[in-house]
């Protein structure tokens, strides 16, 4: 697997970076070798946080850790995304290295997890009119949702914007 670090307001070291190394390396058991690892260690206000995602395949797995160190954050990381795998394993299995569901042993998970099917519990459309981003903003604190779907009036696309954990707003651009 290719692993790539990213630092922010924190240096990894190579003690961390070799240890980080070997624990991802761990999940090769399902992966083949076109897996990439990304992980993110930055340090913000006193804390650590610690972003791994892993693309495989056209699949995405993530995991965002806050702890009180990054050795502690890629221990917990690291479950999350071994259970967002075995969750998508019974879908998803051409995805996966086919030896990696032969025994029934975890790498960092104690049991499988429980696997749920999931619904579309409401559906909604409506008509997209062209806004600014701006004109956005304002909507997205009118409604007091999460996230807001509209027309760009500037590009003419259909965009997603949304409200972050910082509280500062992030923009996706649907490109079709």
Not at 21 to 38: P, Q, S
Not at 72 to 77: G, P, T, Y
Request: charged share 35%; aromatic share 10%; with cysteine.
């Amino acid at each position: 697997m290719k692993i790539e670090f990213i630092e922010k307001n924190y240096d990894i070291g190579a003690r961390l970076a070799t240890i980080i190394t070997k624990k991802i390396n761990k999940l090769d058991k399902y992966f083949g070798e076109n897996a990439k690892a990304r992980v993110v260690c930055k340090l913000e206000n006193k804390t650590y946080k610690l972003e791994l995602t892993i693309t495989n395949e056209g699949l995405l797995y993530r995991a965002e850790v806050v702890g009180e160190n990054m050795y502690e954050n890629i221990d917990m990381a690291l479950p999350k995304i071994e259970k967002q795998i075995i969750k998508q394993s019974s879908k998803k299995r051409d995805k996966f290295k086919k030896s990696a569901f032969d025994d029934s042993t975890y790498l960092f998970l104690d049991e499988k997890p429980e696997i749920t099917t999931k619904e579309i519990y409401k559906k909604k459309s409506f008509e997209l009119d062209p806004i600014t981003v701006l004109d956005a903003i304002d909507e997205i604190e009118n409604v007091d949702h999460n996230f807001y779907v509209f027309l760009n009036a500037e590009t003419g696309k259909v965009n997603v914007l949304y409200k972050r954990q910082d509280e500062k707003f992030g923009l996706i651009e649907c490109k079709y």
